[in-house]
């Protein structure tokens, strides 16, 4: 669906290179180490320095898996016993990566928390030996450091980091419902102040290194280098190596200091800090925050706080124990389990499964300088791909090279990008009224107005100017693509590429093939979306296919709801304490109340009253008089410039009133329209599954919650299916189904699982 | 990855013309008129802020001008065209060529522009020059260049100026004094010219830095070369060897004839300075890098016929040239590397055919780095697209009278230097051939840009 702004904590999540996955890794816990050939980390002596080098030479990134421990450990040992080492270094030989986390399998195995609670109790155990350390260690920092790898990093007594955008440093641990359990939440306070650790471990951000440098992170900083007399990668990591070794032995001969003269406004930090009633207030500021964020949903940041707060009011052991404990009760829980499902969800949904097209886009055409034409345009000129903008009027490709420039020029103003970056990735954006040049294009995705019309106009037309191997994507939301496609000479070429709105923000693109849609289509358009940096599902064409038809019987029932009195705002607060980011009246306003109009009607008329509900009319009423949501101003709500209370709408609630429905006693507490609106939703999710139009429940999760703001706390409508139960969840609908009828007609699938438990969506 | 490139990097060939015993073959080709230097000067090169700090930059160019004019006596109406280059303009005299012509009492029918290319802007002059001759517009032509560090165009804020521009808008007197109140503390922040590389933001001793890193050229390197440089400097200027420099009287000061940054110092001293822009671990300092300068510099070009017909006996036969450019983040230094075997190749010469090197000295970490990298396989082929190594100019060759670490390095006169210097250097040692490399950068207060010349005896 165009328009769902689904923002949050949760849509950092796929950006990260938070790798706690290692599941290829096998490792065996009863080779005893001390007989098995190191093969993760190995030590030299350079001077009286220890160089000790980490590599996992089973996977693309370094985790602190049982073997890597173990070798260190073991490594560890026989630098404190060698008399002629006076300092250490350690540093990863593999390129972008420090240590990426933890492995997320170690935890993922334990069956109880106080087996997840030993795990982190010997972590803690493990690096408060390193910051013990009768010798400095210094840590040599390239790539991501993140999760465990951070906690290891700032063990040491020293940090350098390189430059490289590469190097990213932050704790993402709550975004998998965790918290850092090696000691991450005691030492972060210390480092880098109360408010900058609650601010690092409850938003799970990832920190740059210059940034790491002003926090007091690391302690110093290396440029990356250029090629030289080898790749410029390598060298870095040896002038990086070259760089700690100065450092580590001039901390070793004491010229090197590790205490930081702190300026006057740290000294004044420090001194507010050290005031219990300030520090008190803190914490209640952070929990009230946390709390009307979180709706109570996520259990880690809670956690986290707790944590914090018991070693930095209790001193250091009650903060270990609080952190490992804590640590243990949030690795069972179902948030948790949710999340890192999410997060593996989406790690496959970054991959290509179709193969290698035979022919890369390179340059890519763009019908309709709307917003999402615009949207589209600006997250492909920054991936080099060369892009056409067309529209029909000039007027708009200035609009949507406006917004293509003001994404960008936002960057440049929070010095993610140089001017002059910004200036050369505009320069493959061209905008134009004609097909010209068209003929050397590679895809063309077409995002004019929904109507099939217009759609085989603009397809013949472009049809008649593009090369033999240009592909035809339409950004449709809804119109089913074998309709578009029967307009074209060669529909193996065409396809769907549904974009959400706004493109750069919301990271899901739902791709739709047909029968005739030919597999290096396919391979092309998801090469491109990843290009484009999307999380990928690959859906069955029908209409609505996977995402809008989910959420058309959702808005349905929202519209029902609305009928039967219950306000704008109740039903945001409804829907939003269940876990959605955005309530289901903001999110119609979001969408386009016009458009959701033209979606409720086509999926009505291709399902008739299976999709029924709310009466179509408010909302076709709603788009006569002006109220289309956001983009008229007016919709459930009025908006204004500046205005950061919306006030609803008095005119929407007048034709609220006109259609006014009565409510049914039976099912109209908070909880029951709660689960009217979701279970539809989950139900109809199912059943496509049940249809084929998904492949399989991951990409279903992973689009409902990348895509439409499904609740990230549950992992997606077939994980909430699984941890909720089917049968519970049948029993609600036919309690439902008694009164509305075959809206909530529990599908085949469904039912399958309520009457076998052991079924399961996922493992 | 497509590479941004904006580094270029001139390659001249000179064959020198006053010996004529060796059986070299010449470097002449069918149907292209031969183009010689006939003489080249400049201004003594000072440390920025010494003598010349009260003068403006015309008046240093001027000074080369008639320097130039008293050395070749020729007629002030022969010369076709005068060229100068420089980087940081001075606003009032934009084109300095013209007015620093003016000045020097040239004909006011002679017409003068001026050009900037970064370190290389003196050498964009002399191959303009070549090319207004070859084209036959012209058959004598001046070219120089000029940079004046004492002082350089500091600017009100970008805000300030709207103000003030508004200001004479103004019609009355209530909206002069509104904008007059919108003046703010931060208006008033002066914007000084960028010392960074326009398009990375990074300053040229920064890349410098990395640059050497990136090569592992150490630091005892860099100081070893830049006592070589200095060293060898000050035995050419106490030899009397740098022939080019001209005595100038100073207005209100006294005559200067000497270069006054030539420092031997020892490997000890140098060994004590922090590093100047990578800290704490940078090997860059102030002594191994070249300093601000204030210089100007000028050659005379004509057609082999002209000169001969007028009487001159040419220095060098002026051949061929080549630009080359590359990534400005991470090659920004490394022009000599790319174009020192373009040039070669174009000329049918080989590195072992040239008796006499000069190259822009910079930093020693850039001249070091760019001799490790021509003598790298890897490199070559990784980067350059070629079978093996460029190889190195042999050092017994190379910079024998100093460089720019030692003599200065006005940006924008130090290419008319190089190439006077090969010419006198041929001259002086016998050889045939000399080749000149620079690299340029696309900044503005810094630079280093290696341009190349070969020259021959015919």
């Known amino acids: ?763 | 990855k497509e590479k941004m490139l904006v580094n270029s990097l001139p390659l001249l060939i000179f064959s020198l013309s006053s010996f004529q015993t060796k059986s070299k073959k010449t470097l002449a080709r069918p149907n292209v008129k031969n183009i010689v230097l006939v003489e080249g000067v400049r201004t003594p090169f000072l440390l920025s802020g010494t003598t010349y700090s009260d003068l403006m930059p015309h008046d240093l160019a001027r000074a080369a001008l008639q320097g130039l004019l008293h050395r070749t006596a020729i007629p002030k109406d022969v010369v076709d065209y005068i060229i100068y280059g420089t980087v940081i303009q001075e606003v009032k005299t934009s084109n300095v060529a013209r007015e620093a012509a003016l000045g020097a009492g040239f004909s006011d029918k002679i017409p003068s522009h001026t050009v900037t290319m970064a370190c290389i802007s003196s050498n964009q002059a002399m191959t303009s020059a070549v090319g207004l001759i070859a084209a036959g517009q012209c058959d004598a032509v001046v070219a120089g260049g000029v940079e004046f560090m004492s002082d350089v165009p500091i600017r009100h804020s970008r805000k300030m100026r709207k103000t003030m521009l508004s200001l004479n808008k103004a019609k009355t007197l209530g909206q002069r004094l509104s904008l007059l109140g919108s003046i703010r503390l931060a208006h008033l922040s002066p914007e000084l010219p960028a010392v960074a590389e326009f398009s990375t933001s990074e300053t040229m001793g920064h890349s410098a830095d990395r640059l050497a890193a990136a090569f592992g050229v150490s630091r005892v390197e860099q100081d070893e070369f830049a006592l070589r440089s200095h060293s060898l400097a000050k035995k050419a200027q106490d030899a009397g060897l740098l022939q080019d420099v001209i005595s100038f009287k100073v207005p209100g000061r006294d005559i200067v004839s000497q270069d006054n940054g030539i420092r031997p110092s020892s490997m000890e001293q140098m060994a004590k300075l922090k590093p100047a822009f990578i800290k704490p671990h940078g090997t860059v300092t102030a002594a191994n890098s070249s300093f601000l300068t204030d210089g100007a510099s000028a050659v005379l070009i004509m057609s082999e016929e002209k000169a001969l017909a007028m009487g001159y006996k040419p220095k060098a036969y002026l051949r061929d040239f080549v630009y080359v450019s590359q990534d400005p983040k991470d090659q920004l230094l490394l022009g000599p590397t790319y174009g020192t075997p373009k040039v070669l190749e174009r000329a049918g010469l080989t590195m072992s055919d040239i008796d006499v090197f000069e190259f822009h000295e910079a930093f020693a970490g850039q001249i070091m780095a760019n001799l490790k990298a021509m003598d790298s396989d890897w490199f070559a082929q990784t980067y350059m697209g070629r079978k093996s190594k460029v190889g190195t100019p042999p050092m017994d060759k190379f910079n024998l009278w100093g460089g720019s670490l030692s003599l200065g390095h006005p940006f924008g006169a130090t290419g008319c230097r190089l190439v006077t210097t090969v010419a006198h250097r041929l001259q002086k040692e016998g050889g045939q051939y000399g080749l000149v490399a620079a690299c340029a950068a696309g900044g503005q207060v810094s630079d280093t840009h290696s341009p190349q010349m070969v020259f021959q005896q015919s």
Request: hydrophobic share 40%; with cysteine.
């Open chain 1, 1 to 763: 669906m165009a328009g769902v702004r689904a923002a949050g904590v949760f849509s950092r999540f796929a950006n990260s290179k938070y790798s706690l996955l290692s599941g290829h890794a096998s490792r065996s816990l009863s080779v005893s180490s001390s007989v098995a050939a190191r093969t993760h980390v190995s030590y030299e002596l350079k001077d009286d320095v220890a160089v000790i080098r980490l590599n996992d030479p089973t996977s693309k990134v370094n985790t602190l898996s049982v073997q890597m421990q173990a070798e260190l450990t073991e490594v560890m040992g026989e630098v404190w016993s060698n008399g002629a080492v006076k300092s250490a270094v350690f540093i990863s030989t593999k390129p972008g990566c420090f240590i990426a986390g933890a492995d997320i399998n170690m935890i993922q195995a334990c069956k109880s928390s106080e087996e997840v609670t030993s795990l982190s109790r010997e972590g803690q155990k493990m690096f408060e030996k390193i910051e013990k350390s009768p010798i400095p260690i210094v840590a040599a920092i390239n790539g991501s450091c993140l999760g465990g790898g951070l906690e290891f990093a700032i063990a040491c007594q020293y940090r350098v980091a390189t430059k490289s955008r590469k190097t990213i440093l932050g704790t993402p641990e709550v975004m998998l419902g965790l918290l850092p359990g090696a000691g991450g939440t005691q030492r972060l306070p210390k480092m880098v102040g109360l408010p900058g650790a609650f601010d690092m471990m409850l938003t799970g951000r990832n920190i740059r290194a210059d940034k790491a440098k002003k926090m007091g992170l690391v302690h110093q900083l290396v440029d990356p280098l250029g090629p030289g007399l080898k790749p410029a990668e390598e060298r870095t990591i040896e002038y990086l190596e070259e760089v700690a070794v100065g450092v580590a032995k001039g901390i070793a001969n004491k010229k090197v200091s590790l205490t930081k003269e702190k300026g006057f406004m740290q000294k004044l930090q420090d001194t507010v800090m050290g005031l219990g009633p300030v520090r008190k207030q803190i914490y209640k500021t952070v929990s009230d925050k946390v709390q009307k964020q979180t709706k109570g949903l996520y259990p880690a940041p809670v956690k986290i706080i707790e944590s914090i707060q018991a070693g930095v009011e209790q001193g250091g052991e009650a903060g270990y124990v609080a952190e490992a404990t804590n640590f243990g009760k949030l690795a069972m829980t179902s948030e948790s389990r949710a999340l890192i499902g999410l997060y593996q969800g989406q790690v496959i949904c970054k991959k290509n499964h179709y193969g290698t097209p035979e022919k890369e886009v390179k340059k890519l055409a763009i019908l309709g300088a709307g917003l999402m034409g615009a949207g589209i345009a600006q997250v492909s000129v920054d991936k080099g791909l060369t892009t056409i903008l067309k529209d029909t009027a000039v007027d708009g490709i200035s609009r949507g090279e406006q917004q293509v420039y003001k994404g960008l020029n936002d960057k440049v103003k929070k010095k993610a990008l140089t001017s002059f970056a910004r200036d050369t990735i505009l320069s493959n954006l061209s905008a134009q009224l004609d097909y010209s040049s068209f003929k050397s294009a590679d895809m063309v995705i077409e995002a004019v107005f929904e109507d099939i019309n217009i759609k085989h106009k603009v397809l013949k037309e472009v049809e008649a100017v593009i090369p033999p191997h240009c592909i035809f994507a339409s950004n449709t939301s809804a119109l089913p693509i074998k309709d578009i496609a029967a307009a074209s000479k060669r529909p193996e070429k065409v396809i769907g590429m549904h974009y959400f709105s706004p493109v750069d923000k919301m990271q899901l693109l739902e791709i739709i093939t047909t029968d005739k849609t030919s597999k290096d289509t396919t391979a092309s358009a998801v090469s491109v979306g990843l290009k484009q940096g999307k999380i990928i599902i690959v859906v069955g064409d029908g209409p609505g296919f996977y995402t809008t038809r989910c959420l058309a019987p959702m808005l349905a029932e929202a519209v029902r709801v609305l009928q039967e009195g219950v306000g704008p705002k109740r039903l945001d607060a409804l829907t939003t304490s269940f876990g959605f980011p955005v309530g289901a009246a903001t999110l119609a306003d979001e969408v386009g109340i016009d458009v959701a109009a033209h979606v409720a009607e086509d999926l009505g008329k291709a399902f008739g009253s299976r999709f029924g509900g709310g009466n179509v009319d408010v909302l076709k009423t709603m788009v006569e008089k002006g109220f289309k949501g956001r983009k008229s101003g007016k919709g459930c709500y009025i908006y204004g410039k500046g205005k950061k209370d919306k006030s609803v709408n008095p005119d929407a609630e007048e034709i609220l009133k006109k259609y006014k429905l009565a409510a049914h006693p039976a099912i109209s507490t908070d909880s029951d329209i709660q689960y009217r609106l979701v279970s539809r939703f989950v139900n109809e999710a199912v059943l496509c599954l049940q249809e084929n139009i998904l492949r399989n429940p991951v990409e279903g999760d992973i689009g409902a919650v990348f895509g439409l703001g499904f609740p990230p706390c549950l992992g997606g409508p077939f994980r909430f299916v699984d941890s909720f139960g089917a049968e519970r969840l049948v029993g609600i609908m036919k309690r439902f189904e008694d009164i509305y009828g075959n809206q909530f007609t529990p599908c085949q699938l469904l039912l399958d699982h309520a009457k076998n438990p052991s079924k399961k969506f996922h493992k």
